[in-house]
C-alpha cells in the first residue's frame, strides 16, 4: 500500500462517525481511501448513507495532526497492517461486512492455514473446562489448526496455552493497541504467543483497553475463524456476544454442554437448548461438521446408524428420512412433538450420530 494511501486509511478511522461499513462505501465509491479527501463537499454528500455530520468530520483537519502521529509511529517501528482489500487479509474476515478496514499485526502468523477456530468462553473457568480445551485443542493437533482467542483470564488463555502446548499456532486479537497489554499478567505469555503466532488489533498502538474495544475485538474474533467454540459460559457474557455474532455471519458455533446447576454452564446449555450452537462433545464433532476428515467422517457415523431407536426418536428419524433437511417447528408440527420435548431428543440424536444439526435451526439425516 502507497504511503499517501495508508495515511488516508488511518484518517478514515480516526474520523467520528465513520464506522468499518461507512469507511468501505467510501472507497468503493470514489476508488480509493485517499481520492476521498480530495472530493468536493458536494460530491461526498451525493453518497448514499453520507450527511452533513460525516463529510463535516472528513473535511476536519483537527483530526491530521493525531493521524500523523501514527503514521510516523508505524513507519518507525515497522508494524506490519492488513488492509482489507490487500492480499493479505484474512479471507473468513473479508467477507464480514463490518469487518476492520485495517489492522495492525506482529509475530510470525500463516494466513494461508485455512483451519482458524476460536476458542473462547468465562473468564470464571473451573477445572471441568479447562481439562476439556486442554483435552479439545490436543486432540485437534493432528489437523494442525490456528486457535484464536481473545488473550484474557479464563479460557481465553487457557486456549492460547493449550496451542503453544501442541505447537500449533495461536493469534491473539487485542482489545487495545499492540503497544498495550491487558491483563498485565499475561505479559509473561506474550513470547510464547509471539513465537507460535501472535497478536492483532485494529486499534492505535497507544489505545487503551475500554470497555467498547472488547466488543468490538469480538466481531474478529467471529469473522476470522470458520467456527468459535464456546467452553463455558454463564447466562451473560461475552462470549455469547461473540456467539450471536458468529451466528451472524453464518459461521458454525458449537458449545460445551453442562450440568444445569453449573453456573458457568448455563450459557452454554442455552446455547444449544435455542439451537444457536452445535452440541460438542468431542473434536470429533469439529473434525465431522467442518470437513477436516471426511474418511474419519465416513467411520464415525456409519456404525451408528444401527443404534436402537426409542419409538419417538424413530418417529423423527423416518421423517428426516423422507422430506431431508428439516426446520425445528417443521418436524415438531408434523412429527406432533413439543417443541422443547423435540429438541431434547434431537441433541441425544445428535450424540449418537444419527442426526446432524445445520445453520438456522436445521436438521438432517
Not at 96 to 108: A, R, W
Not at 109 to 129: D, E, F, L, Q
Request: hydrophobic content about 40%.
Amino acid at each position: 500500500m502507497l504511503e499517501e494511501e495508508l495515511f488516508a486509511v488511518l484518517r478514515l478511522q480516526r474520523t467520528p462517525k465513520i464506522g468499518d461499513i461507512i469507511a468501505k462505501k467510501l472507497i468503493q465509491t470514489t476508488g480509493s481511501a485517499s481520492q476521498i479527501f480530495k472530493e468536493k463537499k458536494s460530491s461526498l454528500l451525493k453518497i448514499d448513507g453520507i450527511g452533513q455530520l460525516i463529510v463535516d468530520g472528513l473535511l476536519n483537519e483537527n483530526y491530521i495532526k493525531a493521524t500523523e502521529k501514527e503514521f510516523s509511529y508505524i513507519k518507525e517501528k515497522e508494524i506490519a497492517y492488513s488492509f482489507y482489500l490487500n492480499d493479505n487479509y484474512p479471507k473468513s474476515l473479508a467477507n464480514c461486512i463490518d469487518s476492520p478496514i485495517l489492522f495492525f499485526y506482529d509475530g510470525n502468523i500463516n494466513w494461508n492455514n485455512s483451519k482458524i477456530i476460536s476458542v473462547v468462553g468465562t473468564r470464571n473457568m473451573t477445572n471441568y473446562g479447562r481439562d476439556f480445551c486442554n483435552e479439545l485443542i490436543k486432540d485437534l493437533t493432528p489437523y494442525n489448526p490456528i486457535i484464536v482467542s481473545g488473550f484474557a483470564y479464563g479460557v481465553d488463555i487457557c486456549a492460547h496455552r493449550a496451542a503453544i502446548e501442541n505447537d500449533l499456532q495461536t493469534i491473539a486479537v487485542l482489545a487495545h493497541g499492540l503497544d498495550q497489554i491487558y491483563p498485565k499478567t499475561h505479559k509473561k505469555y506474550m513470547k510464547d504467543v509471539m513465537n507460535n503466532g501472535g497478536f492483532i488489533s485494529e486499534f492505535w498502538h497507544d489505545e487503551d483497553p475500554m470497555r467498547e474495544n472488547f466488543l468490538k475485538r469480538n466481531r474478529v474474533v467471529a469473522g476470522i475463524s470458520k467456527a468459535t467454540i464456546i467452553i463455558e459460559s454463564a447466562n451473560k457474557g461475552g462470549s455469547l456476544v461473540t456467539a450471536d455474532i458468529a451466528n451472524s455471519y453464518h459461521r458454525d458455533v458449537f458449545a460445551v454442554p453442562g450440568r444445569t446447576s453449573d453456573v458457568y454452564s448455563k450459557g452454554c446449555n442455552r446455547l444449544i437448548k435455542e439451537n444457536q450452537a452445535h452440541l460438542l462433545s468431542s473434536a470429533e464433532d469439529i473434525i465431522t461438521m467442518l470437513n477436516w476428515d471426511l474418511q474419519k467422517e465416513t467411520k464415525t457415523i456409519q456404525p451408528q446408524l444401527f443404534l436402537q431407536l426409542t419409538p419417538i426418536e424413530q418417529k423423527v428419524y423416518d421423517y428426516l428420512l423422507k422430506n431431508g433437511k428439516q426446520l425445528l417447528d417443521v418436524i415438531a408440527l408434523n412429527c406432533e412433538i413439543p417443541v422443547y420435548q423435540l429438541s431434547s431428543i434431537l441433541v441425544q440424536m445428535e450424540l449418537n450420530g444419527v442426526v446432524k444439526p445445520l445453520p438456522g435451526k436445521l436438521f438432517e439425516v
